[in-house]
């Protein structure tokens, strides 16, 4: 699994202060470093919307198609994924979770079972069926890559529900290291979330005054 930045809004908390001033008309207390406090008082009221006039896009890879499939159900996102029309996926390559991994049994079983679909998706082809219509067998363990594009408050959003302990373990471990990032170049909208040491759980934790 990789997750690449591709790009983010140049000085996007200075960009969100701007935006949320208007409101306020208080352009003449903006200055050089006034955009951490302005956002962290917004954000304290719950006046997100200002969040939404900067944007994020991220390449996401060796992923499963399971992963993608959670993650496209987000509606205020743009995505483009790799297609399995019109690439070759015969020598296809998976993602095994560790519970199945680590059973010697379930890993022989799910191994059996991705070599059949590796010779019944070759096979269709033999037979002069289309990508399009031979993909009909490749499972969900498939790895894909897509690229998705989200103001960052539906980034926050995501992160927020998505890194939850009940949340399917791969797409929270994908936005764990898209929050990584995201508090690499816009700390101040994220900073209500934290990772503990094990890499594993986000917290949330809430601004005090």
């Given at each position: 699994m990789k997750v690449e930045l591709l790009f983010i809004t140049p000085d996007?908390?200075?960009?969100?202060?701007?935006?949320?001033?208007?409101?306020?008309l208080s352009f003449n207390r903006q200055g050089e470093n006034t955009e951490k406090e302005f956002i962290r008082m917004l954000t304290k009221r719950g006046h997100y919307s200002v969040l939404e006039h900067a944007y994020a896009t991220f390449r996401i890879s060796g992923v499963s198609r399971?992963?993608?499939?959670?993650?496209?159900?987000?509606?205020?996102?743009s995505f483009t994924q790799q297609s399995q029309r019109y690439?070759?996926?015969?020598?296809?390559?998976?993602?095994?979770p560790d519970p199945i991994k680590n059973?010697?049994?379930?890993?022989i079983l799910f191994t059996k079972f991705m070599e059949?679909?590796?010779?019944?998706?070759?096979?269709?082809?033999?037979?002069?069926?289309?990508?399009?219509?031979?993909?009909?067998v490749l499972p969900n363990a498939v790895k894909s890559q897509i690229v998705v594009t989200a103001n960052l408050r539906e980034w926050h959003h995501i992160i927020e529900l998505r890194s939850?302990?009940?949340?399917?373990?791969?797409?929270?471990?994908?936005?764990?290291?898209?929050?990584?990032?995201?508090?690499?170049?816009?700390p101040t909208i994220f900073e209500d979330f934290e990772i503990d040491e094990k890499n594993s759980v986000i917290k949330k934790i809430k601004h005090g005054g």
């Open positions: 996007a908390e200075k960009l969100i202060e701007t935006a949320g001033r208007t409101s306020y399971a992963f993608t499939h959670q993650l496209v159900r987000h509606r205020l996102c690439v070759d996926e015969s020598n296809f390559n998976y993602v095994e059973n010697s049994k379930a890993h059949e679909a590796k010779r019944s998706y070759s096979e269709l082809q033999r037979l002069g069926i289309k990508n399009e219509d031979a993909r009909f939850s302990p009940t949340a399917q373990w791969e797409i929270r471990k994908v936005v764990i290291e898209i929050l990584k990032i995201l508090k690499g170049h816009v």
